[in-house]
C-alpha cells in the first residue's frame, strides 16, 4: 500500500517567488494536513482539509494558501518566498481529521536563496 | 512555555541501556501520538494512545491524562534507535481545526555500541 507521498522531495527557489508543494493521502484517507519544520524545531501546524474543505489554520501569513482536490489529495502554495520559509514541509494524512492515527509523508525541503 | 514539552533535549545511551523520554502538555487532548524522525526528514508513526500503556516490541509507551503526561520507554537500545523522538498532542479546535498536532521540540537520542 503506497503511504502518503510528497513531491518535490527538494526545492530551491528564490526570495520572492512562488511554490507549490504536492501530498497525495493514503488511500480512503479523507483528511490533510501540511505543518512546517523548522531545523532544530518541532513541526508547526499550518492548514487542515477534511473532504475538501478548510477546516483550520495555524498562525501563518495570508501568502500561505492550500487547496484540497476531489480525489483527497492537496496542495500548499506559498507566494512571496522569503529567507524565512526555508524549512522542511510535511503532509499528514488521517482518515477523519482529529481523531484518528495521522500518517506523515517523507516531507518536502524548501531552501529559499 | 510550550504547550508541549519534552525532555530531555538531547540523550547518549549506550547500547543495551533502558532509555525514557517524557513528555508534558498542558492542552486538553484527544490523543497524544509519538513519532520517530530519521536525518532524511521523514516521520514515522509509532504510537497513537488516549490512556494507559502500548507496546510495540522494545518501545513502550505510557499516558497519564490526569496528570498530563506522557513517556516512551526504549528497551535494550540499539544504535538503529538513534533518531530524534517526537511528543505530539491531538488537540481538539487548536486554530479552529477539528483537532489537528501540537509538536514537541524532540528529543534526540543517540546510542553508542
Known amino acids: 500500500d503506497a503511504g502518503v507521498t510528497q513531491s518535490p522531495t527538494h526545492l530551491i527557489k528564490t526570495r520572492g517567488q512562488h511554490v507549490t508543494l504536492r501530498c497525495s493521502p493514503i488511500?480512503?484517507?479523507?483528511?490533510v494536513s501540511w505543518y512546517q519544520q523548522v531545523l532544530g524545531q518541532g513541526p508547526q501546524f499550518i492548514f487542515q482539509?477534511?473532504?475538501?474543505?478548510?477546516?483550520g489554520r495555524g498562525n501563518f501569513p495570508d501568502r500561505f494558501s492550500a487547496r484540497q482536490f476531489p480525489n483527497y489529495s492537496s496542495e500548499l502554495n506559498v507566494n512571496a518566498l522569503l529567507l524565512g520559509d526555508s524549512a522542511l514541509y510535511l503532509c499528514?494524512?488521517?482518515?477523519?481529521?482529529?481523531?484518528?492515527?495521522?500518517?506523515f509523508g517523507q516531507g518536502t525541503r524548501l531552501t529559499v536563496v | 512555555k510550550n504547550e508541549v514539552e519534552q525532555s530531555p533535549q538531547n540523550l547518549t545511551a549506550q547500547e543495551g541501556e533502558f532509555i525514557t523520554i517524557n513528555c508534558s502538555y498542558s492542552?486538553?487532548?484527544?490523543?497524544l501520538h509519538w513519532l520517530q524522525q530519521h536525518p532524511g526528514g521523514g516521520i514515522v508513526s509509532l504510537f497513537m494512545?488516549?490512556?494507559g500503556k502500548k507496546k510495540h516490541g522494545r518501545l513502550i509507551a505510557t499516558i497519564n491524562i490526569q496528570e498530563k503526561h506522557s513517556s516512551l520507554h526504549i528497551t535494550a537500545s540499539h544504535p538503529r534507535d538513534s533518531a530524534v523522538y517526537i511528543c505530539?498532542?491531538?488537540?481538539?479546535?487548536?486554530?479552529?481545526?477539528?483537532?489537528?498536532?501540537?509538536f514537541g521540540k524532540g528529543t534526540k537520542l543517540s546510542v553508542k555500541p
Open positions: 499528514a494524512s488521517s482518515l477523519v481529521a482529529g481523531r484518528t492515527e495521522a500518517f
Open positions: 488511500s480512503g484517507h479523507k483528511s
Open positions: 482539509y477534511y473532504e475538501k474543505e478548510e477546516r
Open positions: 492542552v486538553g487532548i484527544s490523543a
Open positions: 494512545l488516549s490512556s
Open positions: 505530539a498532542a491531538l488537540a481538539g479546535n487548536y486554530g479552529g481545526s477539528q483537532g489537528n498536532l501540537i
